[in-house]
């Protein structure tokens, strides 16, 4: 079955520090993938995705993504956060099929950046 | 940017009442979605719905559930009737095309009590 795996729930760090959120997907083939942030009281927003080619791929806000085929990963970096980066992030993937695609989502990582 | 509004934010039901939850997606965006996450649960998908009808739905859409978007209007998730649980956020999102990314409201708070 297709899933997508958050094996933190909660990430903290402090302000300035680099950061890494772990991501592990099981599909047949190599699905398309997401991250997405959502702040409080707001609805997701997609920060990244991957469909191929390079396999790091950037994002918004100085985020960035590494896709590996070999390890099912597609780990979420950031060279150094901010307070504002604070929210919970969710990993996602999916394929494209007839009649529409539906995402499949990890359970999310919350983030939480100390002063 | 373009936003997905989701109306109400927050509503408490009791057991066996029906609910509605109302989703105005982005104006020109023609598929549209309803997702489920049980509290510290993932996201789970329910249904998705294209030109007046169902294209695909999950296991978790239940008989007891149903969606519309009479006339371009809201497009709307209905639970008749509620079960204990159904207490769950339910994230609506629509997209322009079929590999469009979605854009995502944020949120009804559902407790069935």
């Known amino acids: 079955a297709q899933s997508v795996t958050q094996p933190d729930a909660r990430v903290t760090v402090s302000e300035g520090a680099s950061l890494q959120l772990r991501c592990k997907y099981s599909?047949?083939?190599?699905?398309?993938l997401f991250w997405y942030v959502q702040y409080q009281r707001q609805g997701l927003q997609l920060l990244l995705k991957?469909?191929?080619?390079?396999?790091v791929v950037q994002g918004v806000n100085g985020f960035e993504a590494e896709f590996s085929k070999s390890d099912s990963s597609f780990h979420l970096r950031k060279a150094s956060v901010h307070w504002s980066d604070s929210a919970v992030y969710f990993c996602?993937?999916?394929?494209?099929?007839?009649?529409?695609?539906?995402?499949?989502f990890g359970s999310g990582t919350r983030l939480l950046v100390s002063p | 940017g373009p936003k997905v509004l989701q109306i109400p934010s927050h509503q408490i039901i009791d057991m066996g009442q029906m609910v509605t939850l109302n989703c105005d997606p982005v104006?020109?965006?023609?598929?549209f979605y309803w997702y489920k996450q049980i509290l510290g649960q993932q996201m789970e998908f329910l249904v998705n719905?294209?030109?007046?009808?169902?294209?695909?739905k999950s296991k978790l859409f239940k008989d007891q559930f149903s969606v519309e978007r009479p006339d371009g209007s809201y497009f709307t998730l209905k639970i008749q009737p509620t079960a204990l649980e159904d207490s769950a956020v339910y994230f609506c999102?629509?997209?322009?095309?079929?590999?469009?990314?979605?854009?995502f409201g944020s949120g009804t708070r559902l407790l069935v009590i």
């Open positions: 999102a629509s997209s322009l095309g079929l590999n469009s990314d979605y854009t």
């Open positions: 719905f294209y030109n007046g009808k169902v294209m695909e």
């Open positions: 996602a993937a999916d394929k494209v099929r007839t009649g529409g695609y539906k995402v499949v």
């Open positions: 104006s020109n965006h023609l598929y």
């Open positions: 599909y047949s083939g190599t699905p398309y």
């Open positions: 991957y469909y191929s080619g390079d396999p």
